[in-house]
């Protein structure tokens, strides 16, 4: 099991920046797949960006595209997700999430990661 701790989530205005931390500890993998997803008062919780640790291989959601960055560190096993530009409808809590690369899986899907962090709470003000 890998045990996740996000920090960095605040209170910006709109236009603004923050950048998120997730540090993981326990049994990380060089073949895990590490995601940041985020969830909205009364929505479901969505996709925001994705890295696999062993290849450095990324993908994006559309609404964050060209807006947010997702990067890791591996000696410090910290996968970080820098935002900008961000906007009022990026106000959530914004999650860590990690499994083990697998074939034939959807890492956009919710369901497909074991382990979650706790959240940190992002709002963005107009």
């Known amino acids: 099991q890998v045990q996740l701790v996000e920090s960095g989530g605040g209170l910006v205005q709109a236009g603004g920046s923050l950048r998120l931390s997730c540090a993981a500890s326990g049994r990380t993998f060089s073949s895990s797949v590490m995601g940041w997803f985020r969830q909205a008062p009364g929505k479901e919780r969505e996709f925001v960006a994705r890295?696999?640790?062993?290849?450095?291989?990324?993908s994006y959601a559309d609404s964050v595209k060209g807006r947010f960055t997702i990067s890791r560190d591996g000696a410090k096993n910290t996968v970080y997700l820098q935002m900008n530009a961000l906007k009022p409808e990026d106000t959530a809590i914004y999650y860590c999430?990690?499994?083990?690369?697998?074939?034939?899986?959807?890492?956009?899907?919710?369901?497909?990661?074991?382990?979650w962090g706790q959240g940190t709470q992002v709002t963005v003000s107009s």
């Open positions: 890295i696999s640790l062993g290849n450095g291989y990324i």
């Open positions: 999430a990690a499994t083990r690369l697998k074939p034939m899986v959807n890492f956009q899907i919710a369901n497909s990661y074991e382990d």
